[in-house]
T-cell receptor, first 118, second 112 residues
């Protein structure tokens, strides 16, 4: 069964350093997302990406964050200058369609990257 | 942000019985709802969804009920199995976008 994959599974970095989290969405999916879950808190939406541009973003997704689809398979999240509060599980997700296209929006999640900022 | 709430942090059920997980929402603009299951150290796994034009959707042992007037949805698992033990999240979105807003989760424990 096709699945979303993410690398690395765990990333440790020093505060102020740049990190890039990588994801390979399901191959025929057109919509891509990043979410995060800080320990003990809810899963929070960061950004959605469609047709090579950001379609939605949350207040969390400030200028320190960026996303890119550098080739036909990878989808990346970059944090330019990490802060302690960026420590969280970061989940990538993808969906075949958006809710406006088909009326459904079943998003499939990867296993996550645990980011630890020291 | 309390737009989607799961008021029971945990639920314990005997194998073979029904599990009922509840979710409430406050934003009347939400019109599409999903349930996810999550095991430790894994990402959320999609279970079942429902559009606001329906009040029930069934898939095998899983049924989701939506009460729009009460802004309430529930997930029924019948019969419950030990492998169903996990954290269950409800999530909601609006037709204007694809962002999912998650509840805080309910930990389900199914005892053999």
């Amino acid at each position: 069964e096709p699945e979303v994959t993410q690398t690395p599974s765990h990333q440790v970095t020093q505060m102020g350093q740049e990190v890039i989290l990588r994801c390979v969405p399901i191959s025929n999916h057109l919509y891509f997302y990043w979410y995060r879950q800080i320990l003990g808190q809810k899963v929070e939406f960061l950004v959605s990406f469609y047709n090579n541009e950001i379609s939605e973003k949350s207040e969390i997704f400030d200028d320190q964050f960026s996303v890119e689809r550098p080739d036909g398979s990878n989808f990346t999240l970059k944090i330019r200058s990490t802060k302690l509060e960026d420590s969280a599980m970061y989940f990538c997700a993808s969906s075949e369609a958006g809710i406006r296209d088909r009326g459904y929006n079943e998003q499939f999640f990867g296993p996550g990257t645990r980011l630890t900022v020291l | 942000d309390q737009q989607v709430k799961q008021n029971s942090p945990s639920l314990s059920v005997q194998e073979g019985r029904i599990s009922i997980l509840n979710c409430d929402y406050t934003n009347s603009m939400f019109d599409y709802f999903l349930w996810y299951k999550k095991y430790p150290a894994e990402g959320p796994t999609f279970l079942i969804s429902i559009s606001s034009i329906k009040d029930k959707n069934e898939d095998g042992r899983f049924t989701v009920f939506l009460n729009k007037s009460a802004k309430h949805l529930s997930l029924h698992i019948v019969p419950s199995q030990p492998g169903d033990s996990a954290v269950y999240f409800c999530a909601a979105s609006m037709s204007a976008g694809n962002m999912l807003t998650f509840g805080g989760g309910t930990r389900l424990m199914v005892k053999p």
